[in-house]
C-alpha cells in the first residue's frame, strides 16, 4: 500500500510569485484535502476534492486554488503569493465518508 | 463553523499518565479524531471516536462525551519519545455543501521530562 507523498518537500519563492504544490494520494483512496499549517498553530483547512471536484472550501481567498486528476492525485495552486503564505502544506487523502485522513509529510514553503 | 479547544501546553515525567483534554462545538458532529505531530513532521493517525466511551489502543485511550462536546487522550506509560503535539480534530458534515470536514485544533505541545 503506497502512503500519500507530497513535492517538492521545501520550497523558496518570492513575493507575488506562483507555486504548484503536487500530491499522490493513499492507494485506494479518492478524496484529497489540503491543508496550511503555520508555526506552532494545528492545520487549517483549504479545500477538498472528490471525484476531480472541489467539494469544500475553507477560508482561503480565491488566489488558492487545485486540481485532482482522475487517478486522485491532486494539485495546490497559489497565486500572488504573500509573505504570510509561508508555511506547511499537507495533503491528505481519505475515502469519502469514512476512514482517517492520512497526511503526507508536507511542502515547506517559504516566501520571502 | 465549528470551535476547538485544547490546552498550549503540557509537562509530564516519564512513566507517568498524562490527558489531554479537548472541548468542541459544532453542528453535524461525524466523528472526532486524535492525531500526534512531532515536530517537523506530519500528523500521524492515534485514535477516532465516534461514539460515546472509550477506545484503548496500546498506551494511548480516548474518551468521547457527544453529549458535552468533550474528549480527551490519555497517555499511559510516557516515554520520550512521545514528546510531541496532539491534535484534537473534529469531522463535521457541512450540510450546504453535502460534503465532510475535518477541523483541527491548534495542538496541545507535550514535554516528557525525565
Known amino acids: 500500500e503506497t502512503g500519500v507523498t507530497q513535492s517538492p518537500t521545501h520550497l523558496i519563492k518570492t513575493r507575488g510569485q506562483q507555486v504548484t504544490l503536487r500530491c499522490s494520494s493513499q492507494?485506494?483512496?479518492?478524496?484529497v484535502s489540503w491543508y496550511q499549517q503555520a508555526l506552532g498553530q494545528g492545520p487549517q483547512f483549504i479545500f477538498q476534492?472528490?471525484?476531480?471536484?472541489?467539494?469544500g472550501r475553507g477560508n482561503f481567498p480565491p488566489r488558492f486554488s487545485g486540481l485532482q486528476f482522475p487517478n486522485y492525485s491532486s494539485e495546490l495552486n497559489v497565486n500572488a503569493l504573500e509573505l504570510d503564505d509561508s508555511a506547511l502544506y499537507l495533503c491528505?487523502?481519505?475515502?469519502?465518508?469514512?476512514?482517517?485522513?492520512?497526511f503526507g509529510n508536507g511542502t515547506r514553503l517559504t516566501v520571502t | 463553523g465549528q470551535n476547538i479547544d485544547q490546552p498550549t501546553e503540557m509537562t509530564a515525567t516519564e512513566g507517568a499518565i498524562v490527558q489531554i483534554n479537548c472541548t468542541y462545538q459544532?453542528?453535524?458532529?461525524?466523528?472526532l479524531f486524535w492525531y500526534q505531530q512531532h515536530a517537523g513532521e506530519a500528523p500521524t493517525f492515534l485514535s477516532y471516536?465516534?461514539?460515546?466511551g472509550l477506545e484503548e489502543k496500546g498506551r494511548f485511550s480516548s474518551f468521547l462525551s457527544r453529549s458535552k462536546g468533550y474528549s480527551y487522550l490519555l497517555l499511559k506509560e510516557l516515554q520520550m519519545k512521545d514528546s510531541a503535539s496532539y491534535l484534537c480534530a473534529v469531522r463535521e458534515e457541512v450540510n450546504s455543501g453535502g460534503y465532510q470536514k475535518v477541523t483541527f485544533g491548534t495542538g496541545t505541545k507535550l514535554q516528557v521530562i525525565p
Open positions: 492507494s485506494g483512496h479518492n478524496t
Open positions: 471516536n465516534v461514539l460515546d
Open positions: 491528505a487523502s481519505s475515502l469519502e465518508g469514512g476512514t482517517p485522513l492520512h
Open positions: 459544532t453542528s453535524g458532529f461525524n466523528g
Open positions: 476534492y472528490y471525484r476531480e471536484e472541489e467539494n
